[in-house]
């Protein structure tokens, strides 16, 4: 930083110091020196530099910590489909606008990405889309967003995405996927628990697994 600075001093504006920039905010950011990080990335992505792109990704992660998401979602959009950053940028852009509320832009932004990956990483996508479709009480659509988040899923689920995974194919009537959800959280001495040892009895009741849901009613 120390040398990169005393080369700014008295420099004329040029490809050349565009690229001193943009080294001198990596080594802010390396720093976690953010403000001044974010000071530099801003400067270099607003000129015709090669890495004027790059900048422009670092801008928009400095920004999404921050929770400037309307200035991070500007800048995420330029890279949506610039290598290495489009695997990645739709996940982040999806989770803006979840954070920010905006469920129908997110949905209608989601689903074609979903449709079509395309070689884009979405099982973010999936999970923030049967979220909305759950909680808007669109269960079908919910338990079918739910179950593509699990096969792209790398690593653990947490129980209560598990649970509304479980809860959507119980209210579409799919009892016999539901019960084998739900019997993996019954045994949890919590609340939660004790709400999938109660829907476990029904949907094994509904399933005519008379056994099971006596066991699970018991449990609830």
């Known amino acids: 930083i120390k040398y990169f600075e005393k080369a700014l001093d008295n420099r004329q504006d040029n490809l050349d110091t565009y690229e001193i920039r943009y080294q001198l905010a990596l080594a802010y ?23 004027a792109l790059n900048a422009a990704y670092y801008s928009a992660v400095i920004n999404f910590q921050n929770e400037n998401y309307d200035l991070a979602i500007i800048d995420l959009k330029r890279v949506e ?6 695997t990645e940028v739709p996940n982040w852009i999806a989770q803006i606008l979840y954070r920010q509320k905006k469920y129908d832009e997110l949905l209608a932004y989601a689903e074609p990405i979903i449709a079509n990956p395309n070689g884009r990483k ?9 979220e909305v479709h ?7 659509k ?3 967003f739910y179950e593509k988040f699990k096969g792209f899923r790398r690593g653990t689920i947490s129980d209560q995405v598990t649970f509304r995974h479980a809860y959507s194919l119980y209210k579409v ?21 004790q709400q999938s040892a109660y829907y476990l009895g029904i949907a094994s009741l509904r399933g005519g697994d008379l056994n ?5 009613f018991d449990a609830a």
Do not use: H, M, W
Not at 81 to 86: F, G, R, W
């Open 134 to 140: 759950f909680f808007e009480n669109n269960f079908e």
């Open 29 to 51: 950011y390396q720093l976690k020196d953010l403000k001044n990080a974010l000071r530099e990335f801003d400067y270099v992505k607003g000129t015709v530099a090669p890495n």
């Open 122 to 130: 979405i099982d973010e996508l999936c999970l923030l889309t049967a």
């Open 142 to 144: 919910a338990a079918a």
């Open 81 to 86: 489909n610039v290598n290495p950053y489009k």
């Open 212 to 216: 099971s849901a006596l066991a699970a």
């Open 173 to 193: 009537e799919n009892y016999e996927k539901a019960a084998l959800l739900f019997k993996n959280l019954a045994s949890a001495n919590n609340e939660l628990g």
